[in-house]
């Protein structure tokens, strides 16, 4: 069976699936983190995968490439979040993160 | 079976194995863990896409970056050894449902698209314009470059080879942001009095 763009959107939808029931369910921050993760990844493998299968050509990449680099920096920034959260609560839990104060 | 379809066949069970081992296990350093696997495969399967330069970003950028920095943060944000923190069984059941309906979702809708049907003639099938065989194995590095500096080499409808323009304000609006962002979350980040269980919470800024 020859490999078509059909399995790549396949692997890119598992990825962005599991990433959203990773954002839906997990109770540690740096958990939904990971959700995020799996989400642009599954993104990612889209682009790549269009870029190689139809006339998108290498914009496809470059856009894959601003998403990586924009991942990394909402990655620092939601880590730093975390860690405020965590010295002012003493836990990472989300679910106690319900007040809207301190 | 084509060593072509081999490799892709265990680069995806490699792949969604490990998002699915991500979404399945509580302990967070676990998670991290297959995050590391799944992403490493999703690297290979660039290199399998021919997309070297986006492949080995990948592995720099996000399995040597961003997954270090999110163990750095489950280290620094560690609870103490008798603590578990769990989701109850009904949220994990009512999320397993929607998470697959919409994957079926997805799959349906993706897979009942025509694509050939969509771009017309100019599919790549075409070795003229378009199929550059250095970019179609893999030496995409210097395209690539040439195109974040604003020359493009390529016209995208498959027509023969034309000077176009590029990305070069997406490419400095991106480059001025990563700064902006990483001093900002070094700002957030810095060292604060942690708040102490005994003590006024109001005392520590």
């Known amino acids: ?102 | 079976m084509s060593g072509e379809q081999f490799f892709f066949w265990l680069l995806a069970l490699t792949t969604c194995g490990g998002a699915i081992a991500v979404v399945l296990n509580q302990n967070v350093v676990r998670m991290a863990f297959w995050l590391v696997v799944s992403l490493g495969s999703v690297a290979a399967i660039y290199f399998l896409l021919h997309a070297d330069f986006v492949g080995t970003t990948q592995l720099l950028i996000y399995v040597g970056g961003t997954v270090v920095l999110l163990i750095f943060g489950v280290m620094l944000t560690a609870s103490g050894p008798h603590v578990h923190i769990k989701t109850s069984p009904a949220d994990l059941v009512m999320a397993g449902g929607v998470g697959v309906l919409m994957l079926f979702l997805l799959i349906s809708t993706v897979t009942a698209v025509d694509w050939k049907a969509v771009h017309g003639d100019a599919y790549p099938q075409d070795t003229s314009g378009y199929n550059d065989p250095r970019i179609s194995h893999g030496n995409t590095a210097r395209p690539i470059g040439l195109k974040l500096l604003g020359v493009s080499l390529e016209d995208t409808k498959g027509n023969p080879k034309k000077l176009s323009t590029g990305y070069l304000l997406p490419f400095e609006i991106v480059s001025v942001h990563l700064l902006v962002v990483l001093i900002g979350a070094s700002y957030l980040a810095r060292a604060k009095r942690r708040a102490d269980a005994n003590t006024d919470v109001e005392s520590s800024r």
């Open chain 1, 1 to 102: 069976m020859e490999i078509g763009l059909n399995h790549y959107l396949v692997v890119g939808a598992v990825l962005f699936v599991c990433g959203i029931i990773c954002m839906a369910t997990k109770r540690n921050a740096i958990g939904i983190l990971m959700g995020v993760e799996l989400v642009l990844n599954g993104a990612n493998i889209n682009f790549v995968a269009f870029s190689h299968y139809t006339p998108l050509g290498l914009d496809g990449q470059i856009v894959s490439l601003f998403v990586i680099v924009l991942a990394a920096a909402e990655a620092a920034v939601a880590l730093a979040i975390a860690l405020n959260f965590y010295n002012n609560h003493l836990t990472i839990d989300v679910d106690r993160g319900d007040e809207l104060h301190g």
